[in-house]
């Protein structure tokens, strides 16, 4: 998708429009001291890149799975009465709620008691929902040893709550981004928990042990 990116048109709108107004204003008249005495601007160099990306910026959500917010992108359920997304013809699918995640999710299990559940879409009137419990035990807890099982039992805060998604109703704003910039939905963490172990671990790839966030008062 890095073939989306564009440059910005904003210096030269800027060029032209000051063009425009040396045409309209004339020229300024300069002292006969400074015409006669050019100053030369010192050269610069600038970098190439092996590729037209010259910076990169990371953008990570917080609290909440990928598939919370972008289980079913390009694809909105547009409700009547709701902000419509409607995706650019060539936009890739992720790898999100779809198949057997959607209808046979393994958070069925029976294990997560009245919780068990397949995802479902939250409503743009279920804007406000509280984050999954995100410490460290509970998430390894939902992991299961990797079967990805037992969320709603360990990190829902209330029934099959973990188990709802967004798509491009509510979140509009997050995927219309999505459109223009690379979306990294085959990321996955080497770490469990809250906030600093995750950015400790997306920026040096390990956690030197740390597995809670960490308070102003250390």
Same mark, same amino acid.
């Given at each position: 998708?890095?073939?989306?990116?564009?440059?910005?048109?904003?210096?030269?709108?800027?060029?032209?429009?000051?063009?425009?107004?040396?045409?309209?204003?004339?020229?300024?008249?300069?002292?006969?001291?400074?015409?006669?005495?050019?100053?030369?601007?010192?050269?610069?160099?600038?970098?190439?890149?092996?590729?037209?990306?010259?910076?990169?910026?990371?953008?990570?959500?917080?609290?909440?799975?990928?598939?919370?917010?972008?289980?079913?992108?390009?694809?909105?359920?547009?409700?009547?009465?709701?902000?419509?997304?409607?995706?650019?013809?060539?936009?890739?699918?992720?790898?999100?709620?779809?198949?057997?995640?959607?209808?046979?999710?393994?958070?069925?299990?029976?294990?997560?008691?009245?919780?068990?559940?397949?995802?479902?879409?939250?409503?743009?009137?279920?804007?406000?929902?509280?984050?999954?419990?995100?410490?460290?035990?509970?998430?390894?807890?939902?992991?299961?040893?990797?079967?990805?099982?037992? !969320?709603?039992?360990? +990190?829902?805060?209330?029934? $099959?709550? %973990?188990? &709802?998604?967004?798509? @491009?109703? #509510?979140? =509009?704003?997050?995927?219309?981004?999505?459109?223009?910039?690379?979306?990294?939905?085959?990321?996955?963490?080497?770490? !469990?928990?809250?906030? +600093?172990?995750?950015?400790? $671990?997306? %920026?040096? &790839?390990?956690?030197? @042990?740390? #597995?809670? =966030?960490?308070?102003?008062?250390?």
């Amino acid at each position: 998708m890095f073939d989306k990116l564009k440059i910005s048109d904003t210096p030269s709108k800027t060029l032209a429009l000051l063009l425009a107004l040396t045409t309209v204003q004339g020229p300024i008249a300069m002292p006969a001291s400074a015409a006669s005495k050019p100053t030369s601007k010192p050269t610069t160099t600038v970098p190439t890149t092996a590729t037209p990306i010259q910076h990169l910026v990371v953008i990570f959500q917080e609290n909440v799975s990928f598939d919370h917010y972008f289980g079913t992108y390009p694809n909105a359920t547009n409700p009547a009465g709701e902000p419509k997304f409607k995706p650019a013809p060539d936009t890739p699918a992720v790898n999100g709620l779809s198949g057997g995640l959607q209808s046979n999710n393994p958070n069925l299990n029976p294990a997560n008691g009245a919780g068990a559940s397949n995802p479902f879409r939250l409503d743009r009137s279920q804007a406000v929902t509280a984050d999954q419990n995100h410490d460290y035990s509970a998430e390894q807890r939902a992991f299961d040893a990797g079967l990805m099982d037992l !969320f709603p039992l360990y +990190t829902s805060s209330g029934g $099959n709550e %973990v188990m &709802g998604y967004y798509d @491009g109703n #509510t979140v =509009t704003g997050l995927w219309n981004y999505a459109q223009f910039f690379a979306m990294s939905d085959n990321s996955y963490s080497t770490t !469990f928990g809250p906030s +600093t172990p995750g950015v400790i $671990n997306l %920026v040096s &790839g390990q956690t030197n @042990g740390t #597995t809670a =966030t960490l308070k102003r008062d250390g």
